[in-house]
């Protein structure tokens, strides 16, 4: 793929955006998976994810196509990691939120996606990615393996348990 925008989600994007959330909410409920439901992710979540400068988009021909929350600092939850321990201590990005739209479904756009998540962190000097996702969420895990993202143990949000993921980038 070569012809699109990796570029920081604006407000005039959220309806956009949250045509790719619904979707996603709306195949994982139908296929019985437990991570996202009608209460998770909110238009207010990606909002937020927008005012505080997290959210970020990949258009293709003009189109927002795929959307993620990519915070620089720490996650609270990863404070605190059981069974495991996460590969390193520095400082890292986490990625929230990611979403294909159904228009790209498996065309890569998930990947293409956290690879300009990877250059980002890269050009920030940040070399580690850390990741949650849950145990049914079979494409997040199908893309982290292709991916390299190491399985580091397990995070708890008041929704739940979450399988724990860290990548070290060469730097």
């Excluded at 570029?7 to 437990?34: N, S």
């Excluded at 990691?81 to 756009?109: D, F, M, T």
């Excluded at 250059?119 to 145990?135: C, L, P, Q, W």
């Excluded at 494409?139 to 190491?150: C, D, E, G, N, P």
Aim: proline share 2%.
């Amino acid at each position: 793929m070569k012809d699109f925008v990796f570029r920081e989600a604006w407000p005039i994007d959220v309806d956009a955006i949250m045509e790719i959330i619904d979707y996603a909410r709306c195949r994982m409920l139908d296929e019985g998976k437990q991570q996202w439901d009608e209460h998770y992710p909110l238009r207010k979540d990606i909002e937020a994810d927008i005012a505080a400068r997290h959210g970020m988009v990949l258009c293709m021909a003009g189109r927002v196509e795929a959307y993620g929350a990519v915070i620089f600092g720490e996650e609270p939850a990863y404070r605190h990691i059981g069974k495991g321990r996460w590969l390193s201590e520095q400082p890292y990005a986490v990625v929230h939120r990611l979403a294909v739209s159904q228009r790209q479904r498996q065309k890569g756009l998930g990947m293409l996606m956290m690879q300009q998540v990877e250059e980002m962190a890269h050009r920030r000097g940040v070399y580690s990615i850390k990741i949650d996702t849950n145990f049914d969420n079979t494409a997040m895990l199908h893309l982290l393996k292709k991916m390299h993202f190491t399985y580091c143990g397990e995070v708890n949000y008041s929704r739940g348990t979450r399988k724990a993921y860290e990548k070290l980038l060469s730097d």
